[in-house]
Each structure stands twice: as structure tokens, then as C-alpha cells.
């Protein structure tokens, strides 16, 4: 069975950093596109980052550009969001998905063409 498991999130101040990791196991990584989501309390789940398969080509929504930085270690079949600078509004439910096509964008804009999805970890930002 596919799975894709986070983790990394918790509790930190705003300014502060956070690093999150998307395992995957029970397919072949390196195939599939990543997308990494968030969904605040109250709002839309909202795709923030992806990074597209083969290539490593990324891209970010305007709201963490320049903050958040996605990356891929295909050869441990895990995808990271490293997320500086934090501030409340990052306060969510961080999820990663998968997608075996390119761009990666196809997946953040269009998350139902997600093919795996993991289950989440919570990042709560304090003011």
C-alpha cells in the first residue's frame, strides 16, 4: 500500500523556523510530482508549494515565496518544506500529496488530481 506520512510540525514563535518532511513508501518516488498544502482553521485547504518530478523545478504560491522552500531526496523517498520566518498566519494543517505528472502546478491548482495524499501534521505559529 502507498503511504505518505509527515512530520516535522509543532508548536513554534512567530520569526521562528520549522522543517517538514513527507515520507513516502509503496511507490517509486522519484515518478511523482509533490505538492505540499495547508489548511488554516475555518478556511480552504490551500495548495502553498510543489516541486515536479525529473526535474526539481519549483514553485511557490505568493504567500510563503521567498519563506518556505520545498525540496526532494528521491533516493529516501521523502519531500521536505523547510518554512522560516513564521508568522501566525501559518498556523494549519500541512499536508503533502502526490501526483505521477508534470507541472506540479496541475497539482496545487487542482488538488483533487492528487493520486496519494497524507494525513497531516499540525504547525501552530505563536505570536
Known amino acids: 500500500d502507498v503511504q505518505l506520512v509527515e512530520s516535522g510540525g509543532g508548536l513554534v514563535q512567530a520569526g521562528g523556523s520549522l522543517r517538514l518532511s513527507c515520507a513516502a513508501s509503496?511507490?517509486?518516488?522519484?515518478?511523482?510530482?509533490i505538492g505540499w498544502f495547508r489548511q488554516a482553521p475555518g478556511k480552504q485547504r490551500v495548495g502553498i508549494a510543489c516541486?515536479?518530478?525529473?526535474?526539481?523545478?519549483?514553485d511557490y504560491a505568493d504567500s510563503v515565496k521567498g519563506r518556505f522552500a520545498i525540496s526532494r531526496d528521491d533516493g529516501k523517498s521523502t519531500a521536505f518544506l523547510q518554512m522560516n520566518n513564521l508568522e501566525a498566519e501559518d498556523t494549519a494543517v500541512y499536508t503533502c500529496a502526490v501526483g505521477q505528472f508534470e507541472p506540479c502546478t496541475v497539482l496545487t491548482r487542482y488538488p483533487t488530481a492528487a493520486n496519494y495524499w497524507g494525513r497531516g501534521t499540525q504547525v501552530t505559529i505563536s505570536s
Open positions: 516541486i515536479n518530478r525529473y526535474t526539481a523545478t519549483t
Open positions: 509503496g511507490l517509486r518516488f522519484g515518478e511523482y510530482s
